[in-house]
């Protein structure tokens, strides 16, 4: 399984109410960009909210599995309209 997959499933596992989206931005999977929506980030302020889904990360930052990440943040319901502007992905 990829790093990519690795770091979806563990996200996903532990968030389950988010919809989440894992790329590899340089081909060496490590380097990630992230993607999370959920309601658990209304009301918190975006260095909390990725506190949270860093903290879930954490091993495989500190075993160097993934060197970087790129992370974005949104709620479910800018998530959903930003989708209907941009379409899918």
């Not at 997959?5 to 996200?11: I, K, M, S, Y």
């Not at 380097?31 to 918190?44: P, R, T, Y």
Request: net charge negative.
């Amino acid at each position: 399984m990829s790093r990519v997959q690795n770091v979806q499933e563990l996200l996903a596992a532990r968030m389950p109410d988010a919809i989440v989206e894992v790329r590899d931005m340089t081909g060496t999977d490590d380097h990630l960009a992230v993607l999370v929506a959920s309601d658990i980030f209304i009301g918190k302020p975006l260095l909390d909210q990725h506190r949270l889904v860093m903290s879930h990360l954490q091993q495989q930052l500190d075993t160097a599995e993934v060197h970087a990440v790129r992370l974005k943040t949104v709620t479910l319901d800018s998530y959903h309209e930003r989708q209907l502007k941009e379409g899918p992905r």
